[in-house]
């Protein structure tokens, strides 16, 4: 019984799915949580997003606590905030910061901004720090490698490979 026109109310179309409160947000899987907010959506199963505006929680048992468009497409993944981040690795987390990425399972980026571990990186870490990547070549991967800060840090196709900070280390 939603006024899509009055710009005040939620959709709940998920079974045993709950809205708290917000506007234009919606649940679609089963047991997912939206706790308020603004145009926020759980729709895979379990999941949850606390609030903020535009976030998805996509993957089933993802969570968003807030923040703004935010992405987490990965099975069990986890955003904790900030704006514009996105995971599509299973098990991966986000703490916060702005624009960061990661597609490998098990990997995290703590905060930052435009940090990205591609896909054949798994197991990998980000600490912060601005434009910071962990990637891989079209053969080799990047396992368990990590980056604790600094600006401009690439790991490309090294396994168990380290930067602790600085600027342009590759």
């Known amino acids: 019984n939603c006024d899509w026109s009055s710009d005040v109310c939620s959709s709940d179309l998920g079974s045993t799915s709950f809205i708290g409160g917000g506007m234009q947000n919606s649940t679609q899987g089963v047991n997912t949580t939206i706790s308020g907010g603004y145009a926020n959506r759980a729709v895979k199963d379990n999941a949850v997003v606390g609030g903020g505006n535009t976030n998805t929680a996509q993957g089933l048992s993802s969570s968003i606590l807030g923040g703004a468009n935010n992405t987490a497409n990965g099975d069990l993944s986890f955003i904790g905030g900030g704006r514009n981040n996105s995971i599509s690795g299973e098990s991966a987390l986000i703490i916060g910061g702005q624009t960061n990425t990661v597609l490998a399972l098990q990997s995290i980026i703590v905060g930052g901004n435009f940090g990205y571990i591609s896909q054949n990186s798994p197991r990998s870490f980000i600490g912060g720090g601005d434009s910071n990547t962990i990637t891989h070549s079209t053969t080799l991967t990047s396992n368990n490698s990590n980056i604790l800060g600094g600006n401009k ?9 380290s930067v602790t900070g600085g600027r342009g280390n590759d």
């Open 153 to 161: 840090n690439t790991i490309t196709s090294s396994n168990f490979a």
